[in-house]
């Protein structure tokens, strides 16, 4: 993995646990609703952050990698899995 791709992805994940720490609190303390919505929003969106530097990180290395090492169709199917999960998201 990339370092700074790695520094980044532990950054967040480490902001994404206290967030979470402080969701389990709030409907623990049975916080308004809304503000429970708005901090599990953005848990999920630090969350998709993290996603989207493990992919960089793939592409721009596995990936390529076995592009160049003739495992064309093996980066074929695994761009295509990744493209489905993202699908299911929407």
């Given at each position: 993995m990339k370092a700074a791709i790695k520094k980044s992805a532990l950054r967040r994940l480490s902001i994404a646990r206290g967030q979470l720490s402080?969701?389990?609190?709030?409907?623990?303390?049975e916080k308004y609703c809304v503000d429970i919505i708005t901090q599990s929003s953005a848990i999920k969106e630090a969350?998709?952050?993290?996603?989207?530097?493990?992919?960089?990180?793939?592409?721009?290395?596995?990936?390529?990698?076995?592009m160049k090492s003739g495992g064309e169709k093996r980066a074929v199917g695994e761009i295509l899995k990744l493209y489905k999960l993202a699908q299911r998201k929407k």
């Open positions: 402080g969701l389990i609190k709030m409907v623990g303390d969350l998709s952050g993290v996603e989207r530097l493990i992919l960089e990180n793939h592409l721009s290395t596995h990936v390529i990698h076995q």
